[in-house]
């Protein structure tokens, strides 16, 4: 293996979770705690394709970046597979959006809504 690809994988593996706090979403007085680390290539793709390949919406990606990738302290996902249609369709979008956003390197800790990101990505 070469010395590049193997510094570019210990780089990789040497990233720590981030966290955002979501009030929204936590109890007892405390703010939900969602983890969340870098993102593979082979994520990016199963976030934003769809099983023939085509390109998908970028709301549903915001929303399965959430699925796949929001994580408890410990690593493990904060929601299975079956909890997209609940995400897309009986959950606060701005929440979802904020978080999705962070996770997908949109905004570096910052909320940003859902309209400031499509005119961010109009004049890109």
Known sequence: MSSIISSAKA????QKLRHHNVPEWGSAGKPLKVHFGPLTVAQRRRIWRDESGATIDGNVAVVRA????ALDAGGKRLFDDMDEHALMHEVDSDVVSRIGALILGFA???????EQQIDEAKND
């Open 11 to 14: 780089h990789f593996s040497g």
């Open 66 to 69: 959430v699925l796949f990738n």
């Open 108 to 114: 570096k800790g910052q909320p940003v809504s859902a």
